[in-house]
């Protein structure tokens, strides 16, 4: 289609643009989303007039990006990003351009984009389709393909590699011959972007309805072997029983089988047993084994989200839900058992801990099923969970003032008495009554007493 229906707020913008004698577009991923019929919420315009004309036309602009002729304008509630045409050069950082030039025309400033199906602009208020370069046919194909020469594209900018394999996850799109044979020469520009954008870009693919196809294309780009070594080294590490996958092969399963809408699941996903090569071993029958994975594992995660500069509450969550995800619950285990674990896990993250089990036992064969007793298991804990027994120290029926008033003196024999009071609790939830909580604290101390004693008579 030649023209495309314009919503009323982008008519009323440009109306405010033509009165003043100038042009307005609607550019970038908004038109791409036309196309695709997905619904988007962020417009970016892109006008010949300058960043200063264009806050001169309105009353609340933000210069945002002012240097490279970007100010984002807020508008009827909507806040718009509005670009002058400019076309770019020199990226001595890999990233930025050195020097921008203000352009004359759309094409000139649709040439400088990175991909075609990205380089499609819509005139407002009229409606009518510029493509230059193709990107409604590549849109239609589901091709990713860069805007002129790829080598050049990449080189100007090291991101674009990852956002080629970015959107081939969100879109289901393929990458074009030309395009991803251009990445690998380029990783070195890639290497100088920062982390915080390499992050930005990682967490968007594991967000996407299907990681693994831009993970695949990462592997084979060497894009994986740069951003996340750890994981491209899980390739070809075979591992035992049931499992039908390698380990990197088993980790993309399992991050594809993880909840969607959780990034720290997917990223808990991509990393539970990251730490599989470094630990294997070959026991007295020739099968291999992998002791501790998950500590190890838990650990590599830390190291390489932190590294990519993710918040501390991302990481820690991450990292607990990969050193707590090879339980082994049967059966047999006791009220207490489940008591204790759900006190090592927190119940707060037990939710997301089976979430990570059922996507871990789909990756192992990709069968998907319910794994062995983890329905019955979840059944057991909602029983606990609601008889509000205590799950922590706060619980208690007493606490450290309750001691104190009945002659124990504070320091760290305190914490010793809670803890020794929280274990019986776990054993029997009905002790947690105050009267017969003193009864075991006061015998608790004294016993602390006698041993005392015996120490100093020595």
């Not at 892109?46 to 264009?54: D, L, Y």
């Not at 954008?197 to 693919?205: A, I, N, T, W």
């Not at 062995?372 to 057991?380: I, V, Y």
Request: hydrophobic share 40%; net charge negative.
């Amino acid at each position: 289609m030649n023209r495309i229906p314009v919503p009323g707020i982008l008519k009323d913008l440009s109306r405010i643009f033509s009165d003043a004698g100038h042009t307005l577009y609607l550019v970038g991923g908004a038109v791409r989303d036309i196309y695709l019929c997905r619904s988007g919420g962020d417009w970016d315009v892109a006008t010949e007039a300058s960043p200063e004309r264009v806050m001169q036309l309105f009353r609340h602009v933000i210069p945002t990006g002012i240097a490279h002729g970007t100010v984002t304008i807020r508008f009827k509630d909507a806040l718009i990003e509005c670009t002058t045409f400019r076309t770019e050069t020199g990226y001595s950082d890999g990233r930025r351009p050195d020097e921008i030039q203000y352009a004359a025309t759309i094409e000139d400033d649709l040439s400088r984009r990175d991909f075609t199906m990205n380089a499609i602009a819509v005139s407002l208020p009229e409606g009518t389709v510029i493509d230059p370069f193709g990107g409604r046919e590549d849109i239609k194909a589901g091709i990713i393909r860069t805007v002129g020469s790829a080598a050049e594209r990449f080189g100007e900018d090291g991101l674009r590699p990852l956002r080629a394999v970015r959107f081939s996850a969100q879109l289901g799109f393929t990458l074009e011959a030309a395009t991803l044979e251009a990445i690998r020469p380029s990783l070195g520009v890639t290497a100088l972007v920062a982390k915080e954008r390499v992050r930005d870009e990682l967490s968007k693919l594991l967000s996407s309805p299907i990681p693994s196809t831009g993970l695949r294309f990462m592997e084979r780009t060497g894009l994986l072997e740069l951003v996340l070594p750890e994981l491209a080294a899980c390739r070809g590490v075979e591992q035992k029983g049931l499992h039908r996958f390698d380990v990197l092969d088993h980790l993309f399963l399992a991050c594809d089988a993880a909840p969607e809408k959780s990034l720290e699941l997917r990223l808990a996903a991509l990393f539970h047993d990251i730490g599989k090569p470094e630990v294997r071993e070959t026991d007295s029958l020739g099968l291999y084994t992998f002791h501790h994975h998950e500590a190890v594992s838990a650990k590599i995660a830390e190291r390489v989200l932190t590294g990519l500069r993710y918040p501390q509450k991302t990481v820690r969550t991450v990292v607990h839900l990969v050193a707590q995800h090879m339980f082994h619950y049967e059966p047999v285990w006791s009220d207490a058992a489940v008591r204790r674990f759900i006190v090592r896990v927190g119940k707060e993250h037990i939710p997301a801990l089976f979430d990570l089990r059922r996507a871990d036992g789909w990756a192992i064969a990709g069968v998907r099923g319910e794994p062995l007793h983890l329905a019955e298991f979840s059944d057991r804990i909602d029983s606990i969970l609601s008889k509000e027994h205590a799950f922590s120290l706060k619980d208690l029926a007493v606490n450290g003032k309750d001691l104190l008033a009945a002659g124990i003196p504070p320091g760290p024999g305190t914490g010793l008495i809670l803890k020794e009071l929280f274990e019986a609790v776990l054993d029997d939830p009905e002790l947690n009554r105050k009267d017969r909580l003193m009864e075991i604290a006061l015998a608790f101390y004294a016993r602390m007493e006698d041993l005392k004693g015996d120490v100093s008579r020595r």
